[in-house]
């Protein structure tokens, strides 16, 4: 029996009414059915309903046998969902079951950035009990599957069809040839955007320390050299954390750079936090945000903030940043310091113009506080006071200190700008040396200050003692008139004993002529 309306594009209605089908129907332009064997072909379908999906039947036909059982459909196309439109599957198998179920299997285009087609096999999608269509895919590492040209990545690919981003729930790999560094796959969980790659990194679990991500530049306790992890599992406990970042991680194509960063810093690079980049072109890192180079100074406590760079083929580590040391000292002698730098005025002003200056307000000030440093910087070309989280017993502004791995230390480079002394705004730029060795027993500060006229102050920090000198008589005498009780502090709090005393010009000689070429 064949069955076809007449008319311009009529179409035949048909409807299931087994029971269990929900009222399963479609339109087709023909039918033909047979009696002997039971069987009701359909021609010219342009589609079928089923849950919240569209399903095109190859060349239009579909066949149903006894009992209202469809064959399953071989090549057809499922448009997923009828709404948004978002994923068409194609080469699709499909078993449709009511108006309501479907299972099939099939491919689908994912597009990457650079707009390439990456094929994916669904193995599996179907409607949940809610009518959304779901698809699952599993992509092995041997596919060689990339999400962009940035990031490999095996593992299963899952699909609502309400949203037009899949999620990728696996392993990825981020792609670079550079020397010193190693990487490794890591499993994430992530909605992707082809467009805007930005994949969240799992937490760290303090139970399975082998198994976290490492994103720094770190310090081997005993070793000359430094290392940068990048999404690494290498990292030893003990080694000295210069600066690490986490958050979530994507690609930044100006700068050629995979980035870990804070979610808040990448929507606001302002915002407090840490910042790591892996210079993939160039092969260098470099970190932004809080900086620890010495965790064994004993009773001086130094606050850093700024940029530290890794060059991965010559291994040489720099530190562009704003430097506070806190110690016990005597007040008097730091603010006659303090009064003669800023009556220097043959000296430079400190350069607060510096990305690492800036980088170091964003750290430590609110935004109320750094509303109002600004404003009066803008106004007055200085802050009427120096802010509180600002105020250090020596706050350098301006400073780059480079690791040393033949001494095992850190040295100043270049200009060294004084930005205030206790809460006295200084901001004069000076030559001078700053050292900060590393040593088992304990680290070593050694600070070296010129203020011009062969005038200089020397700090030197070893072992708990501090030792102080400098061309100003009247200053050394104020030094040496204040009683020994005065310039010690007791052990407490499992903080050593510690106390300051004068130094001799030949310790200051000794030290100067290990910087002269």
């Given at each position: ?409 850190f040295v100043s480079a270049g200009p060294i700008g004084i930005g205030s002394i206790l809460d006295e705004g200084v901001n004069k730029q000076v030559y001078g040396i700053v050292e900060i060795m590393r040593k088992r027993r304990g680290d070593e500060v050694y600070i070296y200050l010129e203020l011009g006229g062969g005038d200089y102050y020397y700090f030197q920090y070893k072992r708990n003692v501090m030792q102080f000198y400098c061309t100003d008589k009247d200053v050394m005498s104020k030094l040496l008139e204040t009683d020994t009780d005065k310039r010690s502090l007791k052990a407490e709090e499992g ?23």
């Amino acid at each position: 029996i064949e069955v076809k309306k007449l008319g311009a594009g009529a179409q035949s209605h048909m409807v299931s009414v087994h029971p269990k089908q929900d009222s399963l129907q479609f339109m087709a332009g023909s039918a033909k059915f047979s009696l002997v064997p039971s069987l009701l072909e359909g021609y010219d379908i342009p589609k079928i309903e089923v849950a919240d999906a569209n399903i095109m039947p190859d060349s239009g036909y579909v066949a149903i046998e006894k009992a209202a059982f469809m064959r399953t459909l071989e090549k057809a196309v499922i448009l997923a969902n009828r709404t948004e439109k978002f994923h068409n599957f194609y080469e699709s198998t499909v078993a449709v079951k009511s108006r309501n179920m479907y299972q099939a299997s099939g491919y689908l285009e994912y597009i990457d950035e650079d707009e390439t087609p990456w094929p994916l096999y669904f193995e599996s999608i179907k409607p949940d009990t809610s009518g959304t269509t779901l698809g699952l895919a599993n992509v092995k590492q041997e596919d060689q599957f990339f999400i962009s040209p940035f990031f490999g990545y095996y593992g299963k690919v899952l699909l609502r069809a309400p949203e037009k981003n899949l999620t990728f729930d696996g392993y990825t790999l981020i792609q670079h040839s550079c020397p010193n560094i190693q990487t490794t796959w890591f499993k994430f969980k992530s909605v992707i955007n082809p467009k805007k790659i930005v994949i969240v990194l799992p937490e760290d679990n303090l139970a399975t320390r082998g198994d976290n991500l490492y994103n720094g530049i770190y310090l081997a306790p005993d070793s000359t050299s430094g290392y940068s992890a990048f999404l690494s599992r290498e990292s030893a406990k003990a080694d000295q954390e210069i600066i690490a970042s986490t958050g979530v991680l994507f690609y930044d194509k100006d700068l050629f750079s995979y980035i870990v960063a804070s979610p808040e810093k990448v929507e606001d690079p302002t915002a407090p936090g840490n910042y790591l980049a892996l210079n993939n072109k160039d092969c260098y890192t470099t970190g932004k945000g809080a900086i620890a180079f010495a965790d064994k100074a004993g009773r001086i406590e130094m606050g850093s903030y700024g940029i530290v760079t890794h060059d991965l083929e010559s291994d040489a580590i720099k530190l562009d940043m704003l430097l506070g040391f806190d110690f016990f000292f005597n007040e008097d002698i730091l603010k006659v310091l303090a009064e003669q730098l800023k009556a220097a005025t043959e000296l430079k002003g400190s350069n607060n113009s510096r990305e690492a200056y800036k980088i170091a307000l964003d750290n430590i000030l609110t935004p109320k506080e750094r509303a109002k440093y600004d404003e009066e910087v803008s106004s007055f070309g200085a802050a009427e006071k120096v802010p509180k989280p600002l105020r250090h017993t020596l706050t350098f502004n301006e400073i780059v200190l480079e690791f040393n791995p033949e001494t095992n230390s850190f040295v100043s480079a270049g200009p060294i700008g004084i930005g205030s002394i206790l809460d006295e705004g200084v901001n004069k730029q000076v030559y001078g040396i700053v050292e900060i060795m590393r040593k088992r027993r304990g680290d070593e500060v050694y600070i070296y200050l010129e203020l011009g006229g062969g005038d200089y102050y020397y700090f030197q920090y070893k072992r708990n003692v501090m030792q102080f000198y400098c061309t100003d008589k009247d200053v050394m005498s104020k030094l040496l008139e204040t009683d020994t009780d005065k310039r010690s502090l007791k052990a407490e709090e499992g903080k050593p004993p510690y106390v300051y005393n004068a130094a001799s010009k030949g310790k200051v000689n000794l030290f100067l002529q290990r910087f002269e070429e």
